[in-house]
Every structure is written in C-alpha cells, then in structure tokens.
C-alpha cells in the first residue's frame, strides 16, 4: 500500500483565490461608495448655488426702483417671506437669508461707490452659521 502524502496545496489555493475575489469586491464596493459621496456633492452644491442666485435675486429686485431700500440709513425688505430689517453702514448693507428647504445665504449689497452698485451673495447648503464639514459655499456677484 502507498501512502499518500499531502501538503495542502489544495487549501492553499482556494485561500489565494477566496482572497483575490474578497480584495476585488472591497475595490468595487469602495468605488461604489465614493461614486454616491460625489453625486451627492454635486446636488448639494445646487442647493448652495440656488440659494446664492435667490439672495442676489432678491437685494437687486428690493434696490431698484421704486424701492430703492438700500439708500437710506435703514431697510426694511422681504425675501422669501421672510421680513428683513437692517441698518446701512457707510453704503454697506448686510443681512442672512434662511430658506425653507434648509438653505441660506450671506448677502452684501455695497453702494459705498455710487452710481455702482456690487450685490455679493454666498449660498450654502447647511445654515449659515454651521461649522460642519459638509458646508458647501456657493457665490455670485452682481455688479450694476
């Protein structure tokens, strides 16, 4: 009678190929992962940027005639149903926009240099007051 010898070569490979394949999956599973953060930067930087578009929208439809609000020493206006109060400070007024989905926007309205008129509104995706790591901004200057 022979006496088989056996050095589990056999093992050994099937550990090779198991690993091989979990290593493959891993790689798929963290592209995958990183493709879903990505999109969701990019809808969030829409809502950063509709929020900043918003705001300038906003202070340019309230500086024009007739409500040339921004000319006075205070203004009174109203964005997305929100009233607004504030206080020009050498040609300078600045006021937060919060919106309903969550949004807002940081606005300056700068007439320090008439006739120009500089409308600067940076849009964010979270609250403007948030320190998260997820805070996008988004600007937009008007200049007139």
Known sequence: MR?????????LLVLMVISVILLLAMSIVDISSNEIRFSGFGSES??????????????????????????GANYAIN???????????????????????GTCARTTVDKSAPPATVIIASGYNLDCNSTSELKIERGIRLDY
């Not at 006496?3 to 093992?11: D, L, P, Q, W």
């Not at 964005?79 to 989905?101: E, H, K, L, W, Y």
């Open 3 to 11: 006496k088989r010898i056996h050095n589990g070569y056999v093992v």
């Open 46 to 71: 829409m809502r950063a940027f509709y929020a900043a578009d918003s705001a300038v929208e906003c202070a340019f439809y309230w500086d024009l005639p007739p409500q040339d609000a921004f000319s």
């Open 79 to 101: 964005c997305n149903n929100t009233p607004i109060n504030g206080s020009v400070i050498a040609g300078i007024a600045q006021f937060d926009i919060v919106f309903s989905n």
